[in-house]
């Protein structure tokens, strides 16, 4: 059953130079105790998509179209945009919001140590957390706290210790704890092991997945690290460019790659299995976004590339069921009849 629902998500940040279209025209969907791995290069609209999700954009920010449904509610779209008048319209979203974030959808942010307040202890900051949507006393809170702890793998004693103080790692897992405050249905994890070493990255990993199975939550993790993903997903959106060039199960996606920027993606991480290959390269960089290429996004850096590229924009091809991807040569690369080179 679907838990969460993105159709056609257009998120637009307002600068001096005109509108960046940081998301532009994305759908997904996830259903309840999946994990979804949203990947791309830095600056593509992972971390937007999460932000619109939990309606914590920027002031410059703004949804300009598509709808995003949670539990049956919508949570962005026509019905919320035009509920009442722009100047009562923060108030109102926000209001609808309070209920939903954290109890409902939780986050586990990028940097841990960014997260968290420097001046207040790790314990009574997952516990304020506790206290602004659970019915509980102060002894109470830190009793979950506790049992939290316990359940990330931390020691019970750190529980008073303040962020400086705990090692990276220990961040991370406080993080998770406190994502997991209120028993969400949903978390949203961006760049959960950005700044781990190997060993505690795979601990960590591990800890989310052996969390979830237990505990039945659906889950978002952002990254460009698609090894991430392979670990822990069951499903797989390859963002480039502020929209979704490919998405579908793990394992189609993997073994049968339907995209040019996923075939280079893929290319350009290691793999222990298998003969060796020289690691491959990108060119070029990522469009500005203020003024995006015609076409397709990745046509100037794309090695198929041809004059329909650059002139018309792709659609979302089903190359398989449950497997999409945005480009006008997306079933002769899934058939095998456009090399990878």
Known sequence: ??????????????????????????????????????????????TTTAFAITRLLPNNAEIVGGK?????????????????????????????????????????????????????????????????????????????????????????????????????????????????????????????TTALDVVMQDRVLAEIKSLQRRLGIAMMIITHDISVVAEVAEKIGIMYAGKLVEYGDITAVFERTSNPYSIGLMASFPSIEGEKKPLYSIPGSPPDLSNPPSGCRFHPRCRFAKDV???????????????LSACHFAYEIFNGRLGAG
């Open 1 to 46: 059953m679907t838990l969460l629902e993105i159709k056609d998500l257009k998120v637009y940040f307002t600068i001096m130079r005109g509108k960046v279209q940081a998301v532009d025209g994305v759908s997904f969907a996830i259903d309840r105790g999946e994990t979804l791995g949203l990947v791309g290069e830095s600056g593509c609209g992972k």
């Open 68 to 192: 995003i449904t949670f539990d049956g509610i919508e949570i962005a779209g026509s019905d919320v945009e035009n509920a009442l008048p722009n100047r009562k319209k923060p108030k109102y979203v926000e209001t609808m919001m309070r209920d939903v974030r954290w109890k409902q959808i939780s986050m586990i942010f990028q940097s841990a140590m960014n997260a968290f307040n420097p001046v207040h202890r790790v314990g009574d900051q997952i516990a304020e957390a506790i206290l602004a949507h659970e019915k509980m006393t102060k002894e109470q809170a830190r009793k979950k706290v506790i049992e939290l702890f316990k359940l990330v793998g931390l020691d019970v004693g750190r529980i008073d210790g303040f962020p400086h103080e705990y090692s990276g790692g220990m961040r991370q897992r406080a993080m998770i704890a406190m994502a997991l405050a209120c028993n969400p249905k949903f978390i949203i994890a961006d760049e959960p």
């Open 309 to 323: 590229c650059k002139e018309k924009e792709p659609e979302m091809l089903e190359v398989e069921p449950g497997h």
